[in-house]
């Protein structure tokens, strides 16, 4: 793409970024926004691309990014939901429930966003450690190391 009037075949490229976005997201739903999100930023960067004749790992990354960004922003804004707490929580009465569903909420909310987007791919998201170490292009070891603390500092929040 270092030369715009280069032709692609978007429709290659399209198929490559949702197969890639379905890597990552929990829904083929996220799976379309992420890649529609990527589409559009591959096409307005075109001219970016170093290398035009094989652009997958150029696309790959913008489609990283893109679901990245996604998980991000909801965490950001508490578009996730915590219902894991709130099933293991049907016994209890309904304030009960929205105490405990405060408490994670500002739990999670105490934690960096990087580390807000690590706790709810591995744990909303239920993606593997490898999974969750390829979208933040982190090793699989300090993903695991992470995961391990900040679970102990949820734990030490909640408790």
């Known amino acids: 793409m270092g030369d715009p009037a280069l032709p692609w075949d978007w429709e290659a490229v399209r198929v490559y970024c949702y197969r890639e976005a379905l890597r990552m997201a ?15 930023r591959a096409w307005r960067s075109r001219s970016s691309c170093r290398s035009p004749e094989r652009p997958w790992a150029w696309v790959r990354e913008i489609t990283r990014n893109e679901a990245n960004r996604m998980f991000s922003r909801r965490s950001m804004t508490h578009e996730l939901p915590t219902e894991a707490v709130a099933e293991h929580a049907s016994d209890w009465g309904e304030e009960e429930s929205i105490v405990v569903r ?4 500002r739990a999670l909310g105490s934690l960096s966003p990087g580390d807000r987007l690590l706790v709810r ?17 982190q090793s699989e070891v300090n993903v695991k190391v992470r995961l391990h603390r900040l679970r102990a500092k949820l734990k030490e929040s909640l408790c």
């Open 121 to 137: 791919l591995r744990y909303q998201g239920d993606l593997t450690n490898p999974a969750v170490a390829q979208i933040v292009g």
């Open 26 to 40: 929990r829904s083929p739903s996220d799976a379309e926004d992420i890649t529609q999100e990527a589409l559009v």
């Open 102 to 105: 405060l408490d994670v909420e």
